[in-house]
C-alpha cells in the first residue's frame, strides 16, 4: 500500500510562487511514474504535470506550461511540483498521484494512476 501526503499549498498573491512536494511511503517510489492533478471548484480534475520513473520524461499541461516545474528526489520518495507566476485560474485542490505500474510512457490521465494523496488547496488572489 502506498501512502501519498501532499504539503506546501496556501493563499498566495497572482504572480507569486509555490512550492508541492508529495511525500511517498510504502512503496519503491522510485520505480513510479508521479503526477499533479488539481479540481477547481464545480469542474472536473484535470492534468497538470508528470514525471516518469525511468528517464525522468516530464509532460505538462498547457496551461501550466513554462511556469510550472516536476521534479523528484528518489532518495527522499518526494515529488515537487514548482508553480511561478500564479494566476487566479491556478486555484484548485492539487492532488498528487502514483502509478505502481511499470511505464517509460508519461501518463496524462487520471485512470491511469493507482494511488493518490488527500490533496492540498492553493489559492491565488488577485
Known amino acids: 500500500q502506498v501512502q501519498l501526503v501532499e504539503s506546501g499549498g496556501g493563499l498566495v498573491q497572482a504572480g507569486g510562487s509555490l512550492r508541492l512536494s508529495c511525500a511517498a511511503s510504502?512503496?519503491?517510489?522510485?520505480?513510479?511514474?508521479m503526477g499533479w492533478f488539481r479540481q477547481a471548484p464545480g469542474k472536473e480534475r484535470e492534468f497538470v504535470a508528470t514525471?516518469?520513473?525511468?528517464?525522468?520524461?516530464?509532460v505538462y499541461a498547457d496551461s501550466v506550461k513554462g511556469r510550472f516545474t516536476i521534479s523528484r528526489d528518489n532518495a527522499k520518495n518526494t515529488v515537487y511540483l514548482r508553480m511561478n507566476s500564479l494566476k487566479p485560474e491556478d486555484t484548485a485542490v492539487y492532488y498528487c498521484?502514483?502509478?505502481?505500474?511499470?511505464?517509460?510512457?508519461?501518463?496524462?490521465?487520471?485512470?491511469?494512476?493507482?494511488?493518490w494523496g488527500q490533496g492540498t488547496q492553493v489559492t491565488v488572489s488577485s
Open positions: 498521484a502514483a502509478r505502481t505500474k511499470s511505464t517509460a510512457v508519461p501518463i496524462t490521465r487520471a485512470g491511469g494512476y493507482d494511488y
Open positions: 510504502g512503496g519503491t517510489f522510485s520505480s513510479y511514474t
Open positions: 514525471i516518469t520513473w525511468s528517464w525522468g520524461t516530464t
